[in-house]
């Protein structure tokens, strides 16, 4: 960016004159020099036009015109000075401003960059807390390099600053890490015994109640368990499987037992329906005997009623057996629904294995390492290359109605 600007332009009254305008940002000011026509000579305008322009010294007489002008108000040039081509200004002015926005804004990054090395200082253990800040204010510093609110050079200085907090961050979580392993060893060694033990159970039913309240215990306990997050959701996949073994079992048994349970009441139906054949064949029986002795005199009223009883009893069995049907398509239509609803948890099931298969896959173990999000990208930190954290749900159980829900 061009900070010196050489015009003709005049001064005072009309006053033809060599004008010089230059900003000073660190002071943000303008400083301005001006030379009378009749004064500029030719080694005067070369040394102005060639070399201090492009940033060479250059030593203003005495006699030379001059102001300072605040960088910030709304016009650079005072009353008494004008130029040939104010556009030149007009433009020099704009992006001025906006370096000089650009220069406090870099101010204020670095100070912030610098109280979190403050921050820093004297600590001892990695700190969760202080690695969000930095990364937080990592993403801010991206986005203004973004948005062009601050160049690139400034941003890669800000980047290298803040990439010595990470990686000090790093350090002193390896060294947390060594003693981590030995106690996470141990923990899971313990929770596997217990584990494995409830799972040896699961061919008894009358443990199935146990495992059910032992397993909530161990997911209540694993979860406030001092263990790594990889570890932690192994033993929680171990639970799961037991959860969904257990709750096959029962499903299982429940099925099994209606199976009996239709098979008894078919049993029940057909003889119901073969005592009221042989009800029907007695009737009839009955009918021609009543018939004959009456040589044929008794209508159908009246047979009907002297027989009233035997009616009464098939109309007892054909309620009972109207009855008896309902309850075997009633537990049919469970088995059904059991059977469904075992499909879609198989289905369920295999969805959410890929899905944390997937997760597993694509998750940085942050327990074991952690990337500077300065290093995801080529030119400026993208929101998809933000390190992610994975809370891990524990499976819930419902024992209720001999139902068991994962």
Same mark, same amino acid.
């Given at each position: 960016? @061009?900070?010196?600007?050489?015009?003709?332009?005049?001064?005072?009254?009309?006053?033809?004159?060599?004008?010089?305008?230059?900003?000073?940002?660190?002071? !943000?000011?303008?400083?301005?020099?001006?030379?009378?026509?009749? %004064?500029? &000579?030719?080694?005067?305008?070369?040394?102005? /036009?060639?070399?201090?322009?492009?940033?060479?010294?250059?030593?203003?007489?005495?006699?030379?015109?001059?102001?300072?002008?605040? !960088?910030? @108000?709304?016009?650079?040039?005072?009353?008494?000075?004008?130029?040939?081509?104010?556009?030149?200004?007009?433009? !020099?002015?704009?992006?001025?401003?906006?370096?000089?926005?650009?220069?406090?804004?870099?101010?204020?990054?670095?100070?912030?960059?610098?109280?979190? *090395?403050? =921050?820093?200082?004297?600590?001892?253990?990695?700190? =969760?807390?202080?690695?969000?800040?930095?990364?937080?204010?990592?993403?801010?510093?991206?986005?203004?390099?973004?948005?062009?609110?601050?160049?690139?050079?400034?941003?890669?200085?800000?980047?290298?600053?803040?990439?010595?907090?990470?990686?000090?961050?790093?350090?002193?979580?390896?060294?947390?890490?060594?003693?981590?392993?030995?106690?996470?060893?141990?923990? &899971?060694?313990?929770?596997?015994?217990?584990?494995?033990?409830?799972?040896?159970?699961?061919?008894?039913?009358?443990?199935?109640?146990?495992? /059910?309240?032992? #397993?909530?215990?161990?997911?209540? *306990?694993?979860?406030?368990?001092?263990?790594?997050?990889?570890?932690?959701?192994?033993? =929680?996949?171990?639970? *799961?499987?037991?959860?969904?073994?257990?709750?096959?079992?029962?499903?299982?048994?429940?099925?099994?037992?209606?199976?009996?349970?239709? $098979?008894?009441?078919?049993?029940?139906? &057909?003889? /119901? %329906?073969?005592?009221?054949?042989?009800?029907?064949?007695?009737? %009839?029986?009955?009918?021609?005997?009543?018939?004959?002795?009456?040589?044929?005199?008794?209508?159908?009223?009246?047979?009907?009623?002297? /027989?009233?009883?035997?009616?009464?009893?098939? $109309?007892?069995?054909?309620?009972?057996?109207?009855?008896? &049907?309902?309850?075997?398509?009633?537990?049919?239509?469970?088995?059904?629904?059991?059977?469904?609803?075992?499909?879609?948890?198989?289905?369920?099931?295999?969805? @959410?294995?890929?899905?944390?298969?997937?997760?597993?896959?694509?998750?940085?173990? @942050?327990?074991?390492? #952690?990337?500077?999000?300065?290093?995801?990208?080529?030119?400026?930190?993208?929101?998809?290359?933000?390190?992610?954290?994975?809370?891990?749900?524990?499976?819930?159980?419902?024992?209720?109605?001999?139902?068991?829900?994962?």
């Amino acid at each position: 960016m @061009q900070q010196r600007i050489v015009t003709w332009g005049e001064i005072g009254t009309d006053l033809k004159a060599l004008i010089t305008i230059e900003l000073d940002e660190a002071n !943000a000011n303008i400083i301005i020099n001006a030379f009378p026509k009749e %004064k500029v &000579s030719k080694e005067l305008q070369d040394a102005i /036009f060639n070399e201090w322009k492009n940033g060479g010294n250059f030593q203003f007489p005495e006699t030379t015109y001059q102001w300072t002008v605040d !960088a910030q @108000q709304d016009n650079i040039l005072p009353n008494n000075v004008r130029v040939d081509r104010p556009i030149l200004i007009t433009e !020099a002015q704009s992006l001025w401003s906006r370096k000089l926005m650009s220069a406090k804004l870099n101010q204020l990054l670095n100070e912030e960059v610098a109280l979190l *090395n403050q =921050q820093l200082e004297g600590l001892k253990e990695f700190e =969760q807390s202080l690695w969000d800040k930095a990364k937080t204010q990592w993403d801010k510093i991206a986005d203004y390099q973004k948005k062009a609110e601050i160049s690139w050079e400034q941003t890669t200085i800000l980047k290298d600053k803040i990439n010595l907090i990470f990686d000090s961050l790093k350090a002193l979580k390896r060294i947390n890490h060594e003693g981590d392993e030995e106690k996470t060893l141990q923990i &899971s060694k313990a929770f596997n015994k217990v584990i494995d033990e409830l799972e040896d159970k699961l061919i008894y039913p009358d443990e199935w109640n146990n495992i /059910f309240n032992e #397993l909530k215990k161990i997911q209540t *306990n694993l979860k406030e368990s001092p263990i790594k997050w990889s570890a932690k959701r192994k033993l =929680q996949n171990k639970i *799961n499987d037991i959860y969904a073994a257990l709750k096959k079992y029962r499903s299982t048994e429940f099925i099994n037992k209606s199976k009996a349970r239709i $098979k008894q009441l078919n049993q029940i139906l &057909s003889g /119901f %329906k073969e005592n009221i054949e042989r009800d029907k064949e007695n009737y %009839k029986m009955q009918v021609e005997k009543m018939q004959h002795y009456t040589r044929g005199k008794l209508t159908e009223a009246e047979l009907q009623e002297r /027989f009233s009883h035997l009616f009464d009893r098939i $109309k007892s069995k054909e309620e009972k057996i109207k009855n008896i &049907s309902k309850t075997i398509n009633d537990i049919e239509r469970d088995i059904q629904k059991e059977q469904n609803r075992q499909e879609q948890e198989l289905q369920k099931a295999k969805e @959410q294995d890929k899905q944390n298969q997937e997760a597993e896959n694509n998750l940085s173990d @942050q327990d074991n390492n #952690l990337n500077n999000p300065t290093e995801e990208i080529a030119s400026i930190v993208s929101e998809d290359a933000q390190p992610k954290t994975t809370e891990l749900e524990p499976t819930t159980i419902d024992n209720k109605d001999n139902d068991l829900t994962v």
